[in-house]
């Protein structure tokens, strides 16, 4: 089993959906990072929390520290919000980061 | 635009060759990481340097090795190539040592042939 495991894998919606995507993991962690990825390669940090809520325009992170599980949410989802989706948590004391295996979500005009 | 740089964007070559990757952190950033990205082991972290010294490794091959310079700039050399070192290689920065959200540049896409 991964220390992080991701769902959907794949996910592909209608624009305008409501999106949301989870992470679950299994050690104790210092932070937990969102990271969106585009068909270009390119990687944008979304979010990195470490308890409770973020939003930032239509995307919105949360993480239960307790459950371990931390979802992003998007709204009133795009075609332009077609992406790879990658959860990270960093363990407590650790330096690294540990990936998850992305979502793939793709939203249909 | 993250501010990262990452040269060269693409980089082609052979078994058994010897490559390097160059990485400009974020003006300020300190903190230096790279990461591997192929299509069955997904994103892994290899190695961190911090202000000049190696602050964390993660799964580099011993065929691999990495530096930061007093510019802070930082190089990945990748030696006696194989076929299963062809992946997309980012580079990422961040201001701390550990803690922070990253910057991430645009990567490199090796590929051995």
């Known amino acids: 089993k991964n220390e992080v495991e991701q769902s959907p894998q794949n996910l592909t919606a209608q624009e305008g959906e409501f999106i949301t995507i989870n992470c679950s993991y299994s050690?104790?962690?210092?932070?937990l990072h969102w990271l969106q990825q585009h068909p270009g390669g390119g990687i944008v940090s979304l979010f990195m929390?470490?308890?409770g809520k973020k939003k930032h325009g239509r995307l919105i992170a949360t993480i239960n520290i307790q459950e371990k599980h931390s979802s992003l949410h998007i709204t009133a989802s795009h075609p332009r919000d077609s992406a790879v989706y990658i959860c990270?948590?960093?363990?407590?004391?650790?330096?690294?980061?540990?990936f998850g295996q992305g979502t793939r979500l793709t939203i249909n005009p | 635009d993250s501010g990262v740089t990452q040269t060269p964007k693409h980089l082609i070559t052979a078994t058994g060759q010897r490559v390097t990757l160059r990485c400009s952190p974020r003006s300020g950033d300190l903190s230096v990481y790279w990461y591997q990205q192929s299509l069955d082991q997904g994103l892994q972290f290899l190695i961190q340097?911090?202000?000049?010294?190696?602050?964390a490794k993660g799964n580099i091959l011993e065929r691999f090795s990495a530096q930061q310079f007093p510019d802070l700039h930082s190089e990945l050399n990748l030696s006696s190539l194989e076929l299963g070192d062809s992946a997309l290689y980012f580079c990422?920065?961040?201001?701390?040592?550990?803690?922070?959200?990253?910057?991430f540049g645009s990567g490199t896409q090796l590929s051995v042939l």
């Open positions: 990270a948590v960093r363990g407590q004391g650790a330096q690294k980061l540990v």
């Open positions: 050690v104790g962690i210092s932070a």
């Open positions: 990422a920065s961040s201001p701390g040592p550990d803690r922070g959200k990253l910057f």
């Open positions: 340097y911090y202000n000049g010294e190696e602050r």
């Open positions: 929390l470490s308890s």
